[in-house]
């Protein structure tokens, strides 16, 4: 029997903040679990006393169901292996493990034998199938979205396909979802929630630098464009990112364009690399990553993640204990 996002994960409202590395920090993670909904901290590549320092933040800023989001094909088998038994071993039983790609299926039982749920996004059908036999809430990716695309479907044929073979799994949408108009679309038409990334990318406690912020804001889809050229770092995926000098120009040498920080090292910024700007970063950040999704032309301006979900909550299931209407009003910016 099919049940809602919200009561696979114990949720308020059906609905998961992407966890993307370096944007999803623990505060952005801990004020959408606040807010009833589920959010989600980028490991990307963190592990060791990196990784720890983060778990530690978000587990003192929230006591609501999260989710770590790891990336499998980033860091291989065995630093996936170390980064999930960091977080089995360092976390309470609410944090669920979120998987960008599938992982192997000695991870799904070992995190399925310490009790925690998994959250597995996927780009076919195929490795849905696969995800919900292992017990997992799968989330459907469509090329509509932002960052790194898993498959070569739109997000509605993806979860048309995917409802059909899986009846009773616990399906979420993913890419193009703006409003929540849109979500409720994406609800009837299969659904059991829906993720949200690029509306996160502008809220308040976002680690987006705030140039790539405004740019997300001031865009449209027709913005946002499919290219493989940010693979330093992340190679052999395509990616819907918004338009700049370097998907333009791809021949541009590969030099160093600014400087980061992460949890507390710095680093060069090469042209090309897949990491996004923060508020740690500093350069050309007009050249860099700027990973957005068709949906930012329904997103106006920058607001607290709170808002961003009641606003959708009052189209998602388990929704009604966080809704406002004047909420709603200020995230449209109507």
Known sequence: MRTTLARALGLEVS???????????????????????????????????ALSAMLRRLTAGTDR????????EVVGPD?????????????????HLSFFGMPDDAVFARVAAAGRKT???IGTVEDGVHAAAHGAVVVAQGTEAGGHLLGTSHRDELVAALRERLPEACLVASGGIGSPEEAGRVLAAGADGVLLGTAFVVAHESRAHARFKSAVAGADATDTVITDVYEVGWPGRRHRVLATAVTADPDQPAKFIGRTVVEGKPYLVPRFSAAVPTEATSGRIEEMALYCGRSCGAIAHEVPAAEVVAAFARVLPGAGAVKSEEKEESYAGR
Do not use: F
């Open 15 to 49: 609905l998961l903040q992407s966890g993307m590395g370096g944007v999803a920090g623990a505060e952005l993670a801990c004020a959408v679990s606040n807010a009833g909904a589920a959010g989600c901290a980028g490991g990307y590549k963190l592990v060791g006393g």
């Open 119 to 121: 959250v597995v996004q």
């Open 65 to 72: 169901p999260v989710g770590v989001n790891l990336i499998p």
């Open 79 to 95: 630093e996936l292996d170390r980064q999930v038994a960091q977080v089995l071993d360092e976390t309470p039983g609410r944090v």
